[in-house]
């Protein structure tokens, strides 16, 4: 069985578009789902997906709660982003934050989602798609989110799936190489997928990701 959320502000999910006032609230609510999920299954090995910004929300939940989970696949993870933010901006921002949080600074480039035009079109028309600009907390609280869990890498421990398109140009593949070479999980895999644009599950050619993730699980279960 699979359970997906739209994170609070995403989706149908209640809450401003591309604004949260605490990043931790994203993994808060992931905590409450995957508590929903322990009741609803009791004994069954919980893995967890993490895509993109996904992704960083993944490894915050991992570092708090590593123990509930028997594996982590992440994919196109947001760990180094393009372009790489100075540690001197970083904290300019911080300051801008405390004072106008809400204040929109930054729109995703969609043309770099996937090589294929049909899903660039789809993301595009699609409703539920937030395309405004992102406030500066929820910008700024990423950032941060990403540099602390950088240095808490070396916590994990469980079986780990790392996936990246190497032609992304959104989140760089540097940030999944990192991520592989500093986890303690014995059991790990790094996949990068030559040409492949950020959205690799939407990709051309995205049926042999689907393969790898289908194989990994198999072999865990």
Request: glycine residues 8%.
């Amino acid at each position: 069985l699979i359970y997906a959320l739209d994170h609070r502000g995403h989706g149908q999910s209640a809450g401003p578009r591309g604004h949260v006032e605490h990043f931790s609230y994203f993994i808060d609510d992931l905590h409450t789902l995957t508590e929903v999920v322990e009741r609803r299954h009791t004994g069954k090995k919980l893995f967890m997906f993490g895509h993109s910004m996904g992704a960083t929300v993944a490894l915050g939940f991992i570092d708090r709660y590593q123990d509930k989970c028997a594996g982590l696949i992440l994919s196109g993870a947001a760990l180094k982003v393009n372009p790489e933010v100075p540690v001197q901006l970083v904290a300019v921002l911080k300051g801008a934050a405390a004072l106008f949080p809400k204040l929109r600074i930054m729109k995703l480039d969609c043309k770099h989602l996937s090589r294929d035009s049909a899903v660039v079109d789809c993301y595009e028309s699609d409703p539920l798609v937030f395309r405004g600009k992102l406030s500066l907390r929820i910008t700024v609280d990423l950032i941060s989110e990403t540099h602390r869990l950088i240095g808490r890498l070396s916590q994990i421990r469980i079986p780990l799936l790392v996936l990246h398109g190497e032609a992304d140009q959104l989140t760089r593949p540097e940030g999944s190489r990192l991520i592989f070479e500093r986890s303690q999980s014995k059991d790990k895999a790094l996949k990068l997928y030559p040409g492949f644009y950020h959205e690799i599950l939407n990709e051309p050619g995205h049926e042999a990701v689907l393969s790898d993730i289908e194989n990994w699980l198999s072999r865990r279960l």
